[in-house]
C-alpha cells in the first residue's frame, strides 16, 4: 500500500503536533523553560556534539518551536525548519550562514522596506554588499550576479505593492549562477504559494503576519528546501567545511538535506541568540491551525475591496494583482491561483496630504505598521514603513507619496468597505 | 521495491525487526556521520558490530571490530553499508556467504547500487538505499522533529518513550505519512 499524503487542511493542523507523551496533552504544551536536564555525561556530550537529537536550551530548541518548525516545514514542502524571533531575525540567521565579508546578495529592489533597510545598513555593518535587481525585469538578477554573489532574495508576492515576482525565471538564474533562491512567502503563505515547488532552496517567513495571523505575536521562521548541493562548489563554507565549534563536524556531509536547517540552528541561532519564546510558537501555531480558512477570506474580502475602490472618484489606481487587468494578474493565476493575498496598495489622486487625511479619518481600519491581522489594518508608507528611504527608493519600493497600502482583515466585506466610503468622503 | 520512495511501513518494518546490525566501514573518528550514527543506534537498543579492517582489533564504544564480515562470531540481522557504492557488491557477496544470512541490506545516505541491490533482492533480502537509519529511527519516533525536522508522519495517537532515559522514544508509534515534500528526491547529494 502507498502511504497516503494527507492535505493542506490537515498539515495545518497535525504536522509536529502528536499528544504529549507523558502527559497525553492533545494541544501543543508550552515548554516554558531555558533549559533541559541530561540523562548523564554521555547524553549531555552527545547533544552537544550533535551526535543525538534532543533539547539542550532553549536558545537552541525548544519542543514547542520544534512542533511549530516542523508545521511550516511540512506546509511549505521543505524538509526542516527553524523558529526565530523575527523575519528580520531570520533574514540574518540565513545570511549569517551563507555570507562572508565582500560578499554580495542579489536582491529585488522591490522589497518590504524593512528588509530594504536591514540590507542596505546593517548588512553593510557585516561586509556583506546587496546589488538590487529590478524584479520585473528577470535579466537584471542574471546581470547582477557576479563571482562573488551567494544569494538571490525575492518575495512571492512583494510588500507593499502587490508585486508578483516570476520565482520560476528567478529560480533558473539562481541555478545558473550555482546560489541559492531565498525567497520570503509571508505576503502569499504556504497556502497560496509554495515557492519550493518553483525553485526557491530556502524560505523565509514572518510569521508575525498570516501564519500567525491574529497580531499578538512576533516571530520568523526558515524553510530548507532540501534543494541546493552545498558542497559541490565548495563556497559555502558553514556547511561544506569541518566546523572547529563542533569537532571538526561538516554539517552537509552529517545532515544531507536538512544541512542548512541545522547551520542556522547551530551556528547561527546559538552564536547570534535570536530565539523565539516558546509562548509565541504557541500563540502562532494556534494562529496557524486556520490558516487555509482565514487566508481564503482574506483574499476573497481583498478582491471585493479592490474592485469596490476601482470604481471610486478619489482613486487613481489600484494595485491589486487579483483584478483582470492588474499588469501582474497572468503571474498570479500561476503563483497564487486561490488568490492575490490581503495586502495591497491604491493611489489617492490628491496625493501625499489625501493619503495622511484618509488614514486619520478611519474608524474600523487600524492605522499601524504590521500586516496579516484578523483586522482590517491601513497605512501611509510614505509617512511611515518607508519614510527613511529616499523619494526615489520609495517610488521605486512602490510607496510613493501617493501610496496608502491596506491589509484587508477578516471583518464583514460590507463593513470594510462603509468604512474607506465614509474615510474617503469625510 | 521502488528505492526512489519508501513506504514508512517498510522502512519501520525493518527498524522494528533486526537486532543485530553490523556497520561496514565505520569510523572511529569522532567527527564522521558514521560514527554518529554507529553510537545513535547503540544507544537505542540496537547490537552494533563494528566492521572496518583498518581499525581491526580495537573497539569502538566498547564493541570490538572485525575486519571483514565472514569475520563476525555472531548471526548479523541487518548490513549498514558505510562505503562507497563501488564497494556494495562485494559487500553482499560477502552477506550472502553468511550463515544464517542477515535479512536486510542497508545502503547509507549518498549510497546507492542498483546491481548490488537486485543481487541482494534476488537472494531474499530486503535493500534500503541512500537512508540512514539513524535519521530514520528519528524520523519515525518524532526524535528528528525535536530539530525542527519535517518527519513526514502525523498521529493523534502519543509517542512512545523508549527505555527510562530522558529525550529518547520508541520506534512503536502509530503514524500516517504526513509530508508532501519530495525535497528528499529533488537534492543534490554531497559529492561522494
Same mark, same amino acid.
Given at each position: 500500500?502507498?502511504?497516503?499524503?494527507?492535505?493542506?487542511?490537515?498539515?495545518?493542523?497535525?504536522?509536529?503536533?502528536?499528544?504529549?507523551?507523558?502527559?497525553?496533552?492533545?494541544?501543543?504544551?508550552?515548554?516554558?523553560?531555558?533549559?533541559?536536564?541530561?540523562?548523564?555525561?554521555?547524553?549531555?556530550?552527545?547533544?552537544?556534539?550533535?551526535?543525538?537529537?534532543?533539547?539542550?536550551?532553549?536558545?537552541?530548541?525548544?519542543?514547542?518551536?520544534?512542533?511549530?518548525?516542523?508545521?511550516?516545514?511540512?506546509?511549505?514542502?521543505?524538509?526542516?525548519?527553524?523558529?526565530?524571533?523575527?523575519?528580520?531575525?531570520?533574514?540574518?540567521?540565513?545570511?549569517?550562514?551563507?555570507?562572508?565579508?565582500?560578499?554580495?546578495?542579489?536582491?529585488?529592489?522591490?522589497?518590504?522596506?524593512?528588509?530594504?533597510?536591514?540590507?542596505?545598513?546593517?548588512?553593510?555593518?557585516?561586509?556583506?554588499?546587496?546589488?538590487?535587481?529590478?524584479?520585473?525585469?528577470?535579466?537584471?538578477?542574471?546581470?547582477?550576479?557576479?563571482?562573488?554573489?551567494?544569494?538571490?532574495?525575492?518575495?512571492?508576492?512583494?510588500?507593499?505593492?502587490?508585486?508578483?515576482?516570476?520565482?520560476?525565471?528567478?529560480?533558473? +538564474?539562481?541555478?545558473?549562477?550555482?546560489?541559492?533562491?531565498?525567497?520570503?512567502?509571508?505576503?502569499?503563505?504556504?497556502?497560496?504559494?509554495?515557492?519550493?515547488?518553483?525553485?526557491?532552496?530556502?524560505?523565509?517567513?514572518?510569521?508575525?503576519?498570516?501564519?500567525?495571523?491574529?497580531?499578538?505575536?512576533?516571530?520568523?521562521?526558515?524553510?530548507?528546501?532540501?534543494?541546493?548541493?552545498?558542497?559541490?562548489?565548495?563556497?559555502?563554507?558553514?556547511?561544506?567545511?569541518?566546523?572547529?565549534?563542533?569537532?571538526?563536524?561538516?554539517?552537509?556531509?552529517?545532515?544531507?538535506?536538512?544541512?542548512?536547517?541545522?547551520?542556522?540552528?547551530?551556528?547561527?541561532?546559538?552564536?547570534?541568540?535570536?530565539?523565539?519564546?516558546?509562548?509565541?510558537?504557541?500563540?502562532?501555531?494556534?494562529?496557524?491551525?486556520?490558516?487555509?480558512?482565514?487566508?481564503?477570506?482574506?483574499?476573497?474580502?481583498?478582491?471585493?475591496?479592490?474592485?469596490?475602490?476601482?470604481?471610486?472618484?478619489?482613486?487613481?489606481?489600484?494595485?491589486?494583482?487579483?483584478?483582470?487587468?492588474?499588469?501582474?494578474?497572468?503571474?498570479?493565476?500561476?503563483?497564487?491561483?486561490?488568490?492575490?493575498?490581503?495586502?495591497?496598495?491604491?493611489?489617492?489622486?490628491?496625493?501625499?496630504?489625501?493619503?495622511?487625511?484618509?488614514?486619520?479619518?478611519?474608524?474600523?481600519?487600524?492605522?499601524?505598521?504590521?500586516?496579516?491581522?484578523?483586522?482590517?489594518?491601513?497605512?501611509?508608507?510614505?509617512?511611515?514603513?518607508?519614510?527613511?528611504?529616499?523619494?526615489?527608493?520609495? +517610488?521605486?519600493?512602490?510607496?510613493?507619496?501617493?501610496?496608502?497600502?491596506?491589509?484587508?482583515?477578516?471583518?464583514?466585506?460590507?463593513?470594510?468597505?462603509?468604512?474607506?466610503?465614509?474615510?474617503?468622503?469625510? | 521495491?521502488?528505492?526512489?520512495?519508501?513506504?514508512?511501513?517498510?522502512?519501520?518494518?525493518?527498524?522494528?525487526?533486526?537486532?543485530?546490525?553490523?556497520?561496514?566501514?565505520?569510523?572511529?573518528?569522532?567527527?564522521?556521520?558514521?560514527?554518529?550514527?554507529?553510537?545513535?543506534?547503540?544507544?537505542?537498543?540496537?547490537?552494533?558490530?563494528?566492521?572496518?579492517?583498518?581499525?581491526?582489533?580495537?573497539?569502538?564504544?566498547?564493541? !570490538?571490530?572485525?575486519?571483514?564480515?565472514?569475520?563476525?562470531?555472531?548471526?548479523?540481522?541487518?548490513?549498514?553499508?558505510?562505503?562507497?557504492?563501488?564497494?556494495?557488491?562485494?559487500?553482499?557477496?560477502?552477506?550472502?556467504?553468511?550463515?544464517?544470512?542477515?535479512?536486510?541490506?542497508?545502503?547509507?545516505?549518498?549510497?546507492?547500487?542498483?546491481?548490488?541491490?537486485?543481487?541482494?533482492?534476488?537472494?531474499?533480502?530486503?535493500?534500503?538505499?541512500?537512508?540512514?537509519?539513524?535519521?530514520?529511527?528519528?524520523?519515525?519516533?518524532?526524535?528528528?522533529?525535536?530539530?525542527?525536522?519535517?518527519?513526514?508522519?502525523?498521529?493523534?495517537? !502519543?509517542?512512545?518513550?523508549?527505555?527510562?532515559?530522558?529525550?529518547?522514544?520508541?520506534?512503536?508509534?502509530?503514524?500516517?505519512?504526513?509530508?508532501?515534500?519530495?525535497?528528499?528526491?529533488?537534492?543534490? !547529494?554531497?559529492?561522494?
Amino acid at each position: 500500500m502507498t502511504d497516503r499524503i494527507p492535505g493542506f487542511a490537515t498539515l495545518a493542523i497535525h504536522a509536529g503536533a502528536q499528544p504529549d507523551p507523558t502527559t497525553g496533552a492533545r494541544a501543543t504544551p508550552i515548554y516554558q523553560t531555558t533549559s533541559f536536564v541530561f540523562e548523564d555525561v554521555d547524553h549531555a556530550a552527545s547533544l552537544f556534539g550533535l551526535q543525538t537529537f534532543g533539547n539542550i536550551y532553549t536558545r537552541i530548541g525548544n519542543p514547542t518551536n520544534a512542533v511549530l518548525e516542523e508545521r511550516v516545514a511540512a506546509l511549505e514542502g521543505g524538509t526542516a525548519g527553524l523558529a526565530v524571533a523575527s523575519g528580520h531575525a531570520a533574514q540574518i540567521v540565513v545570511m549569517h550562514c551563507l555570507m562572508r565579508p565582500g560578499d554580495e546578495l542579489v536582491a529585488a529592489k522591490k522589497l518590504y522596506g524593512g528588509s530594504i533597510n536591514q540590507f542596505n545598513h546593517a548588512f553593510k555593518n557585516f561586509g556583506w554588499n546587496v546589488v538590487w535587481a529590478e524584479p520585473d525585469d528577470i535579466g537584471t538578477f542574471e546581470r547582477a550576479v557576479s563571482p562573488k554573489t551567494k544569494a538571490i532574495f525575492i518575495e512571492s508576492i512583494a510588500n507593499p505593492g502587490g508585486v508578483i515576482t516570476d520565482i520560476e525565471a528567478v529560480g533558473r +538564474i539562481a541555478k545558473s549562477a550555482g546560489v541559492p533562491l531565498i525567497v520570503d512567502n509571508t505576503l502569499a503563505t504556504p497556502y497560496l504559494c509554495k515557492p519550493i515547488d518553483y525553485g526557491a532552496d530556502v524560505v523565509v517567513h514572518s510569521l508575525t503576519k498570516f501564519l500567525g495571523g491574529h497580531g499578538n505575536s512576533i516571530g520568523g521562521l526558515i524553510v530548507d528546501g532540501g534543494t541546493f548541493n552545498w558542497s559541490r562548489e565548495k563556497r559555502y563554507p558553514m556547511l561544506c567545511e569541518p566546523r572547529p565549534e563542533y569537532h571538526g563536524i561538516v554539517l552537509h556531509e552529517t545532515f544531507g538535506n536538512f544541512a542548512f536547517a541545522i547551520a542556522c540552528r547551530v551556528l547561527a541561532l546559538r552564536d547570534l541568540g535570536p530565539a523565539l519564546s516558546p509562548f509565541n510558537a504557541f500563540l502562532i501555531l494556534t494562529g496557524i491551525e486556520t490558516l487555509p480558512l482565514r487566508m481564503q477570506r482574506h483574499c476573497d474580502n481583498a478582491l471585493a475591496v479592490a474592485q469596490w475602490l476601482v470604481d471610486r472618484r478619489e482613486v487613481a489606481w489600484v494595485s491589486y494583482p487579483g483584478l483582470a487587468g492588474d499588469r501582474y494578474h497572468n503571474l498570479a493565476k500561476k503563483y497564487v491561483p486561490q488568490g492575490a493575498g490581503s495586502v495591497f496598495t491604491f493611489g489617492l489622486k490628491g496625493g501625499y496630504d489625501a493619503g495622511v487625511k484618509l488614514v486619520s479619518n478611519v474608524k474600523l481600519f487600524s492605522h499601524l505598521a504590521n500586516i496579516g491581522d484578523t483586522r482590517s489594518l491601513i497605512i501611509h508608507p510614505a509617512s511611515t514603513t518607508h519614510r527613511q528611504l529616499t523619494d526615489a527608493q520609495k +517610488i521605486q519600493a512602490g510607496a510613493g507619496p501617493d501610496v496608502v497600502r491596506l491589509s484587508i482583515g477578516l471583518e464583514d466585506k460590507e463593513d470594510i468597505i462603509a468604512d474607506l466610503e465614509q474615510g474617503l468622503a469625510a | 521495491m521502488d528505492h526512489d520512495n519508501y513506504d514508512d511501513g517498510y522502512i519501520r518494518g525493518i527498524l522494528n525487526t533486526v537486532k543485530t546490525i553490523a556497520m561496514v566501514g565505520v569510523s572511529a573518528n569522532t567527527s564522521r556521520p558514521s560514527y554518529f550514527a554507529f553510537k545513535y543506534l547503540l544507544e537505542r537498543g540496537y547490537r552494533m558490530i563494528p566492521v572496518n579492517p583498518v581499525i581491526v582489533g580495537q573497539e569502538l564504544l566498547g564493541r !570490538k571490530v572485525y575486519a571483514k564480515l565472514t569475520d563476525v562470531p555472531e548471526p548479523i540481522d541487518m548490513v549498514d553499508i558505510f562505503r562507497a557504492p563501488r564497494y556494495a557488491v562485494e559487500i553482499v557477496e560477502e552477506a550472502l556467504a553468511l550463515t544464517p544470512r542477515p535479512q536486510v541490506i542497508w545502503m547509507q545516505l549518498g549510497i546507492r547500487n542498483d546491481e548490488a541491490a537486485k543481487f541482494a533482492e534476488a537472494n531474499g533480502l530486503k535493500v534500503v538505499m541512500n537512508r540512514c537509519p539513524k535519521i530514520e529511527y528519528g524520523r519515525l519516533s518524532s526524535e528528528i522533529a525535536w530539530m525542527g525536522v519535517n518527519t513526514r508522519t502525523l498521529s493523534a495517537k !502519543k509517542a512512545q518513550l523508549f527505555g527510562r532515559g530522558i529525550q529518547r522514544m520508541a520506534l512503536n508509534r502509530v503514524t500516517l505519512a504526513g509530508g508532501a515534500t519530495d525535497a528528499a528526491v529533488r537534492a543534490e !547529494k554531497p559529492g561522494r
